[in-house]
């Protein structure tokens, strides 16, 4: 299944990232059309046609678009999100929110004051208030700019004065931080990752049956803690596993799941400087279970 999420900062790229997904996934009519005002930060209309071909998902902060082997995520943050229903049409409005980051930060204000853990959320909140304070804007303004809140958190805390301290104190941490960073980079060169309940949808298959697969070295799954397994996205392709999955990964039977994201995530040379997750992609089946010999024999010394 293609898997496409996009972050898009202004009414027209929302528009250029529907049209672009539609493009490449529609066939015949294309089931969305488009409505504009006459200024930047107008509404934009999405009106959907009667179909069973396409479902619409929305929340606060993203809407979701899904055919039969695509989906597009978009992440509206920075903008208000409304539907309505029109006879058999379903009519999506997506307006520029001029202070979109104050709005979020409600929402985040509204989910601690839920929390089982009001202390410990707390304490987390404080110490990035000192840290506002303590970090240059230039810095504050790159570590806003990563794709995730993890990422943004964990850019602000490596830049913060006091960590050079703590780098003192104990040698592995910086180690440690950038241990987190890679592996942030490698779920972002693999689509991101889905859960186990996402698998069974897109394989059209039971949660026991993902299990199954991942026990059997048939998938790549990455251990989330008590929230269980989470599964790179490239592995996935028109409803199936991407074709040469599984002889990548018997190849790397003896390797830990972040080594073997390693592999998929990172340029080859016996790849022509390309990785194997664009080798699959690109059909060389022969190719990435050759270049996983290597690598997997290098990793079991």
């Known amino acids: 299944m293609l898997i496409v999420s996009e972050h898009p900062r202004t009414l027209d790229e929302v528009q250029q990232s529907i049209q672009r997904w539609l493009g490449k996934s529609s066939e015949g009519v294309l089931p969305f059309t488009f409505s ?14 009667s179909t069973q071909d396409v479902k619409l998902s929305t929340a606060r902060e993203w809407v979701l678009f899904e055919m039969k082997h695509s989906r597009l995520k ?6 208000l999100v409304t539907t309505a229903i029109e006879g058999e049409r379903v009519c999506l409005n997506i307006e520029q929110e001029p202070e979109s980051e104050h709005r979020v930060l409600s929402w985040v204000l509204q989910d ?21 304070e303590d970090l240059p804007s230039s810095t504050i303004e790159e570590a806003t700019g990563a794709p995730t809140d993890f990422l ?25 931080i950038r241990g987190l960073k890679r592996k ?19 394989l059209s298959i039971s949660r026991q049956a993902v299990d199954k697969r991942r026990s059997a070295n048939q998938l790549l799954a990455l251990t989330q803690g008590r929230r ?40 080859n040379e016996r790849l022509g400087g390309t990785t194997p997750i664009e080798g699959l992609q690109e059909g060389l089946v022969e190719e990435v279970a050759d270049a996983a010999s290597g690598y997997g024999e290098q990793g079991s010394l």
């Open 36 to 49: 504009r005002g006459d200024g930047p930060a107008d509404l934009l209309c999405l009106v959907s046609h």
């Open 74 to 79: 978009l992440n509206l943050d920075k903008f």
């Open 112 to 132: 601690i004051a839920e929390t089982k853990h009001p202390a410990f959320q707390s304490r987390i909140l404080r110490a990035f208030l000192h840290l506002e």
């Open 152 to 176: 943004v958190a964990l850019e602000a805390l490596s830049s913060a004065p006091g960590t050079a301290q703590l780098i003192a104190d104990d040698p592995l941490l910086a180690a440690k």
């Open 184 to 202: 942030r980079q490698m779920l972002e060169i693999a689509g991101g990752a889905l859960s186990s309940g996402q698998v069974a949808e897109v």
């Open 228 to 267: 269980g397994y989470s599964y790179p996205s490239f592995q996935f392709e028109d409803g199936n596993t991407i074709r040469g999955l599984e002889r990548a990964l018997g190849h790397l039977a003896n390797l830990d799941p972040w080594m073997r994201m390693a592999f998929f995530t990172s340029p």
